[in-house]
């Protein structure tokens, strides 16, 4: 009998492993700078959503995927998120990140506004447990306003990180980034990983970025975290041997 439950728990150790071992995060990163005539231009924004691009690219275990600027048209965007995460199976992690304008009814794309409910409406096609929305943009806590919205994601196992609550700017900073990307990326390589098991968690990372954006922008901007997810879910995954990975990030 013992031999039998042995060989029963060897048999899906071979099963599930597999599964665990090649799970993947899809990544699609937006990112617009500039914008057509009579809408401000950003500095930073389209480098926001290559550095993010560059820090899943870096970890090795992710397929990304990535529009800026003038490519970045509504339906572009929309067309290259249902690419991105068609190919992801349940175990694996799906990821858009978006910098940018944010508007009360959405992100802003090149041509047109991206509505969060069209977002959300992608989310629900994928068949991945872990689903993550990260919107760097001004206003961008005006995602959970309307209760039709809060309604529909309490159905939907789905995370937004968002960088500002709703009546706050997203700030630019002297530097490459915003002030949001730039503790969002120090936070993903390692910086948030605070247990060193090299696997950051939404919990680890909304601590980092929240602290560090209201210190850097003394109380002017709060990020939120928001929707059905578990606190300890992995956000990114570091194998021992990616040197990318360092969680001794400087302030």
Not at 17 to 23: E, L
Not at 33 to 51: E, F, H
Not at 155 to 183: A, G, H, P, Q, W
Request: glycine share 8%; net charge positive; hydrophobic share 35%.
């Amino acid at each position: 009998m013992k031999r039998s439950i042995i060989s029963l728990m060897l048999l899906l150790a071979v099963t599930v492993m597999p599964f665990v071992a090649d799970a993947r995060n899809y990544v699609m990163c937006v990112g617009l700078s500039k914008y057509p005539k009579g809408v401000n231009s950003l500095r930073v924004s389209a480098n926001d959503a290559r550095t993010i691009a560059n820090v899943y690219d870096k970890n090795g275990n992710s397929t990304v995927s990535i529009i800026t600027d003038g490519d970045a048209t509504r339906d572009a965007v929309i067309s290259a998120m249902s690419r991105a995460f068609a190919n992801a199976g349940p175990n694996d992690a799906v990821i858009f990140f978006f910098s940018g304008h944010g508007t009360k009814k959405g992100l802003a794309c090149y041509d047109g506004v991206l509505s969060f409910d069209r977002i959300l409406e992608i989310m629900k096609k994928c068949p991945a447990r872990t689903k993550v929305v990260i919107a760097d943009a001004c206003y961008a806590g005006k995602m959970r306003g309307s209760k039709s919205w809060q309604r529909a994601v309490k159905n939907e196992d789905v995370m937004f990180f968002l960088s500002s609550r709703s009546d706050e700017k997203s700030r630019e900073s002297r530097y490459s980034n915003s002030m949001f990307t730039i503790y969002l990326e120090r936070g993903l390589r390692g910086g948030a990983d605070v247990n060193r098991d090299r696997s950051i968690s939404a919990r680890e990372i909304y601590d980092f970025c929240h602290d560090g954006v209201i210190k850097s922008t003394n109380g002017a901007q709060h990020p939120v975290m928001w929707g059905k997810f578990n606190g300890n879910m992995p956000i990114i995954t570091w194998n021992q041997n990616t040197k990318e990975y360092n969680n001794e990030q400087d302030d």
